[in-house]
């Protein structure tokens, strides 16, 4: 089990589903598998997001993580009304406008999105139809107003309503002022995909790092829309260069409340599984052999227990080196 993070818990889709593919296969199935066995991934996440429950995790200075809409979801509640970093799934719009009153009755007037992917959208058109206004890079609206396909999910998706589309692009050292906080965002091209930020709360020194970060699983890597491995290295460094011992550190997925320590082990996990696979396909190895190599060994007891498993990463890697 992962230090921290419960998988009796429906706390993360993602999970939901591949234990559901687990239990129906008898072994871990890629996303594409899943697909071949039963509805999309698609539906079957935002299936898993309409039963899901939100648990509300307090930070300090007023900010919280919603956990249980795929992605991580982070909130201030402040004298400007709200402000949300990535807007889960819709089918999870009830439980998380209960989670939100029960903060304060103030709407949510800005939301920020860490990248375009749906788990971490989807909830952007009913959130812009209330009247929040929508950030993100020009990268992540450009994949929202346009159609995109996922080839990992063997999925097609259309493109979003005008409603749920970034109206206010942010880049690399933009700053947003919202309720007497300063928000910086940093860029982090060709990591998870290529229009990622994360966003720091700067009186608070806590960070979202969106999916940049998979706290105690292996990430997934989005090659179809400009991912990569490198990219992923990359900016957990960044993230790590401006983190100290007292930073909270949102990740994308996973256990939502991080820390510099964890996120160190992580960018030392995917240095080595990177640096082991370039390893082997220098010598010329193909991917077959590179998997019955099993450079992730070292981490797979506790990385490996999730959706994205040993062969799966393994690919994901071997895709960009």
């Known amino acids: 089990m992962v230090h921290g993070f419960d998988p009796s818990r429906r706390n993360f889709c993602l999970c939901c589903l591949g234990a559901t593919a687990f239990a129906a296969s008898g072994g871990w199935l890629s996303p594409r598998e899943v697909f071949a066995k039963s509805k999309t991934i698609v539906d079957m996440i935002r299936q898993s997001a309409a039963e899901t429950p939100i648990t509300v995790h307090p930070l300090r200075g007023g900010l919280f993580v919603l956990e249980g809409s795929g992605g991580n979801i982070g909130v201030f509640a402040g004298r400007d009304g709200k402000l949300l970093v990535d807007a889960g799934i819709s089918a999870s719009k009830p439980r998380i406008e209960k989670a939100l009153l029960a903060m304060d009755e103030t709407p949510v007037s800005r939301l920020v999105n860490t990248h375009w992917h749906f788990d971490h959208a989807d909830g952007n058109e009913w959130l812009g139809k209330a009247g929040a206004t929508i950030s993100g890079t020009l990268k992540t609206q450009d994949h929202l107003e346009s159609a995109q396909r996922v080839e990992d999910w063997n999925f097609d998706f259309p493109p979003s309503p005008a409603s ?40 608070d020194d806590v960070v979202h790092a969106g999916d940049v970060y998979w706290n105690g699983i292996y990430p997934f890597i989005d090659y179809s829309t400009g991912g990569g491995i490198d990219g992923m290295i990359r900016g957990s460094e960044a993230i790590l260069a401006s983190a100290g011992d007292r930073t909270i550190i949102i990740p994308g997925h996973g256990q939502p409340v991080s ?35 099993k450079p992730t060994a070292p981490f797979d007891a506790k990385w490996g227990q999730y959706v994205i498993g040993p062969d799966f990463i393994t690919r994901l890697v071997y895709e960009g080196v």
Do not use: C, W
């Open 164 to 203: 749920a589309v970034p109206a206010e692009i942010v880049e690399d050292g933009s700053t947003l002022a919202f309720g007497g906080k300063t928000l910086h965002f940093v860029g982090h091209p060709a990591a998870h995909t290529d229009g990622d930020i994360s966003i720091t709360f700067e009186d």
């Open 259 to 293: 820390n510099r320590r964890e996120l160190q082990a992580y960018r030392d996990m995917l240095v080595s599984i990177r640096d082991a696979v370039a390893g082997l396909k220098a010598k010329g190895q193909s991917f077959d052999e590179i998997v019955a190599a």
